[in-house]
């Protein structure tokens, strides 16, 4: 099936987007933004649960229970995500590298298998990680399987009401390309913060 022309562009922005993400927390280089790579460690544990600032949200052990502010851990397994029902804590609380991760590879998870899976998959049944590697694996696996969501679509389905059923955002309700458009802009904006949040942790002996 030849791909739409109104998808050709943002589908490489995802995957532009989800590329440089997986190199600048993975390594061994990105793209500076003007052709020149510079050199990326790999992300270590420590760093992908740092907490810059009191009472962050995190992904921690189900054991140790949910952070400051939140009242459960979302998700199934050893881990879970700091979360409240709504509404929200005012201000939100400031959100660790694990945090914004996990919100990307669930996101990413659970849109593809509302859109072109089982649709029934829920944030109760999905798995954190406590491990950095294991959270780069996850939000790969969820790229890989919301680009199939994608290359499954054809020029009709993009204005389909409803081909996410997505339950926990507006997807319902909304075009199948705005909420690709939707999707295209969590992972240019969460991958931003967790650039700039590596950099902050690579510098944070100077931020005393």
């Known amino acids: 099936m030849a791909l739409p022309a109104r ?36 992300m270590t544990d420590a760093e992908y649960r740092w907490e810059p600032v ?9 054991s140790d229970g949910p952070g400051s502010r939140a009242t459960l851990l979302v998700g199934a397994g050893d881990w879970g995500r700091d979360s409240a029902p709504s509404p929200h804590p005012v201000p939100p609380p400031f959100t660790t590298i694990a945090w914004r991760l996990g919100h990307l590879a669930e ?10 899976g089982s649709r029934a998959l829920t944030r109760d049944e999905y798995r954190f990680h406590g491990d950095a590697a294991g959270a780069v694996a996850a939000f790969t696996a969820g790229a890989a399987a919301w680009r199939a969501a994608l290359l499954d679509a054809d020029d009709a389905a993009l204005d389909e009401v409803g081909r996410s059923r997505y339950p ?9 390309l705005d909420v690709v458009w939707w999707v295209n802009q969590e992972v240019v904006h969460h991958g931003a913060e967790i650039a700039l949040l590596r950099d902050l942790y690579l510098h944070r002996a100077q931020l005393r």
Request: a negative charge.
């Open 107 to 116: 996101m990413l998870t659970l849109r593809a298998d509302h859109t072109n």
């Open 54 to 62: 009191p009472d962050c949200w995190s992904i921690r052990r189900r």
């Open 168 to 176: 926990y955002g507006g997807d319902p309700e909304e075009r199948f």
């Open 7 to 42: 998808l050709v562009p943002l589908l490489a922005e995802f995957d532009f987007g989800c590329e440089r993400l997986t190199h600048r927390m993975a390594g061994p280089g990105v793209d500076s933004g003007n052709g020149t790579e510079v050199a990326v460690s790999p």
